[in-house]
């Protein structure tokens, strides 16, 4: 039996090891000399970089909060027409990506845009007769991104407050308190480690946001490795710039770690989903439901509407051979990356299970370290250990002239492949770790009883038991490879294209309308997951 733990434990740390590889390689590779281009960008550009990087991540997290932690509220402990379905709709923006967003925006409020048109007509306005907000500015990508991630805040802030103590509401209530001091005194501060974990997932994401915030001509640290790396040929001076963004991602997590470092809570949750605290009548009502739903027509309704609408008028040009290539595409790698990280997520966590130690631990957390690493950073770590495996072998070839075989990880799907692998194998992880951790001990014992070893153990007893949660992560990963978009425009072999990067090029050379088909694509399939997460938080409330 020791053999077998063996075996396991020295394969979970192998994997958590090449996992971790992309990682350590943007460090090793930004000692590198670059031949004074980091210094030249330092001097020049690299200050506006920062600050717009860092404006940008505070900006959207103070007004994700401010979208996320009212409406959240509301639809816990109010009472309102059509909360049941209002409270799994308001995640629903979190499906769409934001670059897709941003684009849209950009035809209604651009000059040319219905917007300003109608405004034009209505006063009789002409051109420099009034001033009108761009939107392709800062602020505009930070009220867009604020759009997109808002769910993060509101589903885990939701979920705070569902689980806080009815007595300690109602003693506010008894003491004369007002929804608005009960708010601030009470649900508030019980809440704010949830809501810290999801302004923590919101500043990731905003820090490595590309497609928006290069649309948008906002340059910050993402658009920066990309320019660096295609546009002045030196990858080495790209890992610099990488490497100051993972310092930074490192910083947010350290920051809200330490920051409820020693803050324990014990509390009941409530009694029913039915019941709840407030029933906000007459105008307070109206408010409400017109804060929650304006909030959904403008995040999701509305380009949900206008890409249908294009999509319906643009059919002939959209579904074309090309597309369902790249659909097939998109599916085939999203796919493998799904299986490939699930059976990681069962390995590791398997191991933690049958021997819980230091290492089996470090193994869960290494390999779980690529969620937090955006996608073109993580293209920078991926590229360069592949290319130096291309080399090898190429190397070896030669040397038992086999001829060269050329570019047969760099220049196939396996880079993309594995960069999937790396980025996502944390959603497995952590999905197939709440599943086994439902699964008694007492089942471990027996099946040992029984003479069973360790193989036999995962096949009879756990993987049954975890068999839905293993399909819920592998349907996660799925849709979060079908999504991303950095890595794919980096890592893709030439003339290959996923609908991420398709509906990206087309709306980058203001065709949107003909991208309007695959981006409602993207968007439902996205679609899936929300409503799985929807569900499971009311099965547990």
């Given at each position: ?134 939107i392709r500015t800062l602020g505009g990508a930070i009220w867009v991104l604020s759009l997109v991630l808002y769910p993060y805040v509101y589903l885990l802030a939701r979920a705070a407050f569902m689980e806080q103590n009815m007595s300690l509401l109602q003693s506010a209530r ?68 990488s490497s100051i963004m993972l310092l930074v991602i490192i910083l947010f997590i350290s920051a809200e770690r330490f920051s409820r470092r020693k803050q324990k809570q014990y509390q009941n949750q409530f009694s029913s989903q039915e019941e709840k605290l407030y029933h906000p ?261």
């Amino acid at each position: 039996m020791k053999q077998r733990v063996s075996r396991w434990k020295w394969s979970s740390v192998g994997i958590a090891g090449i996992l971790a590889l992309p990682i350590l390689a943007v460090f090793y590779l930004a000692l590198g000399d670059d031949g004074e281009i980091f210094s030249h960008l330092m001097s020049t550009v690299m200050p506006t970089y920062i600050y717009n990087t860092f404006a940008l991540v505070i900006g959207v997290m103070l007004l994700s909060a401010l979208m996320g932690v009212p409406t959240a509220w509301l639809m816990a402990m109010c009472r309102l027409p059509g909360d049941k379905y209002l409270q799994w709709m308001l995640v629903l923006p979190l499906a769409i990506p934001g670059y897709i967003v941003g684009y849209l925006f950009t035809e209604w409020f651009d000059f040319a845009g219905p917007i300003q048109r109608l405004l034009r007509d209505i006063m009789g306005w002409q051109a420099g007769d009034y001033w009108f907000p761009d939107i392709r500015t800062l602020g505009g990508a930070i009220w867009v991104l604020s759009l997109v991630l808002y769910p993060y805040v509101y589903l885990l802030a939701r979920a705070a407050f569902m689980e806080q103590n009815m007595s300690l509401l109602q003693s506010a209530r008894l003491l004369k308190c007002s929804p608005k001091q009960s708010f601030l005194r009470v649900s508030l501060p019980l809440a704010r480690p949830a809501i810290a974990v999801g302004l923590s997932l919101v500043a990731m994401e905003a820090v490595g946001d590309f497609g928006l915030v290069n649309y948008f001509a906002v340059n910050t640290l993402t658009t920066a490795v990309y320019d660096t790396w295609l546009g002045y040929s030196s990858l080495t001076a790209a890992a610099k710039i990488s490497s100051i963004m993972l310092l930074v991602i490192i910083l947010f997590i350290s920051a809200e770690r330490f920051s409820r470092r020693k803050q324990k809570q014990y509390q009941n949750q409530f009694s029913s989903q039915e019941e709840k605290l407030y029933h906000p009548t007459g105008w307070k009502k109206w408010l409400a439901l017109t804060w929650c739903w304006g909030l959904l027509l403008t995040a999701f309704i509305l380009p949900m509407l206008q890409l249908g609408s294009f999509a319906m008028v643009y059919w002939e040009q959209s579904w074309t051979p090309e597309f369902r290539q790249f659909a097939i595409n998109s599916f085939t790698i999203s796919s493998i990356s799904a299986v490939i990280a699930v059976a990681i997520a069962v390995l590791v966590n398997f191991y933690h299970r049958l021997q819980p130690s230091v290492s089996s631990k470090l193994s869960l957390r290494i390999s779980s370290l690529g969620y937090a690493v955006p996608g073109t950073v993580l293209a920078i770590g991926v590229i360069a250990p592949i290319m130096a495996l291309d080399h090898w072998v190429n190397d070896v070839a030669k040397f038992f002239e086999w001829g060269r075989p050329g570019l047969i990880f760099s220049g196939s799907m396996f880079a993309l492949i594995f960069a999937m692998v790396v980025r996502f194998s944390a959603v497995a992880i952590g999905s197939v770790e709440s599943n086994l951790q439902k699964v008694p001990p007492s089942l471990d014992l027996a099946a040992r009883t029984m003479g069973c070893n360790s193989n036999q153990m995962l096949k009879r007893v756990h993987i049954p038991l975890i068999k839905r949660g293993a399909l819920i992560a592998g349907l996660l990963v799925f849709i979060e490879s079908m999504k991303e978009l950095n890595a794919s425009l980096l890592l893709r072999p030439f003339n290959f294209e996923t609908l991420a990067t398709y509906v990206y090029n087309f709306a980058s050379d203001e065709q949107l309308e003909v991208a309007a088909l695959p981006a409602m694509l993207l968007v439902v399939v996205g679609l899936i997951p929300l409503i799985l997460v929807n569900r499971s938080l009311e099965q547990t409330h």
